[in-house]
Nanobody, 115 residues
Framework: QEQLVESGGGLVQAGGSLRLSCAAS????????MSWYRQAPGKQRELVAL???????NYADSVKGRFTISRDNAMNTVYLQMNSLKPEDTGVYYC?????????WGQGTQVTVSS
């Protein structure tokens, strides 16, 4: 059973930056596809960014050019660098790990962007 722990959320003004971290407990981290999702109040959870085992990345159109996902396999950690934040980026950000049919979620970290 993989455990994921997110950190780095908080309150920031529009135009600011935050870096989220997601630490995994297992020993096969480098085999996982890792992704970040977010959920705004009253809305469905949406994919923000993902990174493959080989480091290939993909982003939601709304965050392209502003967010960067990366991974450090030695540290069992995936990051989400968020720049030029907007109020519409507000939500709970979740980390997800996937390996085949096995899917694991973190508990989420709140990001609030004030205008």
């Amino acid at each position: 059973q993989e455990q994921l722990v997110e950190s780095g959320g908080g309150l920031v003004q529009a135009g600011g930056s935050l870096r989220l971290s997601c630490a995994a407990s297992g020993s096969v981290f480098n085999s996982y596809y890792m992704s970040w999702y977010r959920q705004a109040p009253g809305k469905q959870r949406e994919l923000v960014a993902l990174i493959s085992r080989g480091g290939i990345t993909n982003y939601a159109d709304s965050v392209k050019g502003r967010f960067t996902i990366s991974r450090d396999n030695a540290m069992n950690t995936v990051y989400l660098q968020m720049n030029s934040l907007k109020p519409e980026d507000t939500g709970v950000y979740y980390c997800k790990a996937r390996l085949g049919r096995n899917v694991y979620w973190g508990q989420g970290t709140q990001v609030t962007v004030s205008s």
